[in-house]
């Protein structure tokens, strides 16, 4: 695209060094830079993109954006803030694929996952041929594809959904975070759909407030041609009364006629959500039906390890407080003996929520076991003394955690794993290192089932 277009795209305050000439990629990561690349100098937390520009120019960057003048003799647009500038270049580089692609968005902060890949399972039995964005998976044309951040920033996300259309598809499930819309990577993204699911406390380390992290999901709205909304939910109630035009649905709804195969009650609700975005989305009750019922699972989420022990194993992604409860109330009934719980906090993220989640599994299950749960910069015993209070077990390693509570279980327990999910990671001080709670879960199964 010529350079000309995606400044008129941009409206910069000032451009220097003006010249005509040929973009043939967009980069905000110097690392990524192609011969031909507009290079977006991002200020972020730990490093500024403008001090990267050198970098950028050497590696092949024929023009910059950027916030203040530099030195460097490729022409530069100046803007009030680059990341504002980012989605606008993007959308026009890439052809506005969400005008040609029907995306069907969930965002909430709970649920957003199950009810993406319902929405995602519909589309599919209508023969609408879906790409599908989450933060487990991604599929591009039928085929998965590397995973990166949960909404990607906005020109991997245009990059991406155009990737989809040129693949053949023709449609889009995705999840749209409250970050992502703060940070404006999802500005320009239309919306055929989208479905909120409830907002329940997390995210306050980045938006301070339950008010502020409202105000990123309503934002999201504005770019909705309909809108579905879980009224069960307070913040539910308040974003429906917002809106001029909406479908709403409570918990308490009768979910059609479908054979739902995701256990628990929280799962009833999610499927209510994706099958009335269907609706929404003109498809019909036969392809919803074999949608729905075509869903038989969900990685990491309510996942169940079977290794034939004569109690059940459950690994969930629940990470706040109101997931924790949903998932210990939906395990309770799956069993005779006791609810066993291993769950942790995030470090680096909400405090607040760290007791309240103790007191969550204290309260509803029987035995409560704290460990660690991707620390990041924190220090994971500090970490689990805020969750435990003092009141609860702790055992720091995740794995000694994982593998007690398997060696110690009994016929008819439930051992619920919670916070990590599919996640095949652990987000360590340094970095990250390899761990998967249904992996360590199966192989202490079958270390069990071997000694018994």
């Known amino acids: 695209m010529e350079l000309d277009r995606l400044t008129a795209a941009l409206e910069p305050t000032e451009v220097v060094n003006a010249a005509s000439l040929e973009i043939d990629d967009l980069a905000y990561d110097s690392r990524a830079v192609r011969p031909g690349a507009l290079f977006f100098c991002v200020p ?15 590696r092949g960057a024929a023009a910059l954006v950027v916030e203040h003048r530099i030195a460097a003799s490729v022409p530069q647009l ?104 703060s940070q404006g990577r999802l500005r320009g993204t239309r919306f055929a759909v989208l479905v909120f699911t409830n907002l329940t406390q997390d995210h306050l380390d980045f938006h301070g407030t339950m008010e502020e ?41 009768e979910l059609p006629e479908v054979g739902l195969r995701l256990a628990g009650r929280f799962n009833r609700t999610n499927a209510l959500g994706a099958v009335l975005a269907a609706r929404e989305l003109g498809i019909d009750e036969e392809a919803i039906r074999a949608g729905v019922e075509g869903l038989a699972s969900v990685p990491g989420r309510f996942e169940v390890v079977d290794e ?23 395990a309770r009934p799956l069993g005779d003996g006791r609810l066993v719980v291993v769950f942790g906090a995030g470090g680096d993220r909400d405090r607040e929520k760290r007791p309240l989640m ?47 509570a398997i060696a110690e279980a009994h016929p008819g327990d439930v051992v619920v794993i919670a916070g990590k999910g599919a996640d095949r990671e652990m987000e360590v001080a340094d970095g990250s290192v390899p761990f998967d709670d249904r992996e360590v879960a199966r192989s202490a199964l079958r270390r069990a089932g071997a000694a018994a």
């Open 78 to 181: 100046l803007v009030p803030r680059v990341r504002d500038a980012m989605p606008l270049a993007a959308n026009a580089f890439f052809r506005t694929p969400s005008s040609e692609l029907e995306i069907a968005a969930v965002t909430g902060t709970n649920g957003k996952t199950t009810t993406a890949f319902l929405l995602h399972s519909i589309l599919d039995a209508a023969g609408r041929r879906p790409g599908l964005l989450t933060n487990i998976e991604r599929r591009v044309g039928g085929e998965s594809v590397p995973l990166g951040l949960n909404t990607p920033e906005a020109i991997d996300l245009q990059r991406l959904l155009r990737s989809m259309l040129d693949a053949g598809d023709r449609s889009c499930a995705m999840e749209a975070t409250s970050i992502a819309a």
């Open 44 to 58: 972020g937390t730990r490093v500024d993109g403008h001090e990267l520009a050198g970098e950028a120019v050497a």
């Open 213 to 253: 992290y409202f105000a990123a999901k309503r934002a999201l709205f504005d770019q909705a041609e309909r809108a579905v909304v879980n009224v069960g939910d307070e913040w539910g109630r308040r974003l429906a009364a917002e809106l001029p035009a909406v479908r709403t649905f409570t918990p308490d709804d």
């Open 358 to 404: 103790g007191q969550i599994a204290e309260s509803l299950g029987d035995r409560a076991i704290v460990t660690t749960d991707n620390p990041r910069s924190e220090d994971p015993a500090a970490i689990a003394a805020q969750v435990a209070g003092g009141s609860l077990e702790i055992i720091l390693d995740r794995r000694d955690a994982i593998e007690t």
């Open 308 to 330: 034939g022990q004569p109690f059940m194993v459950v690994v969930d992604y629940a990470h706040t407080p109101d997931s924790l409860a949903n998932i210990l109330q939906a």
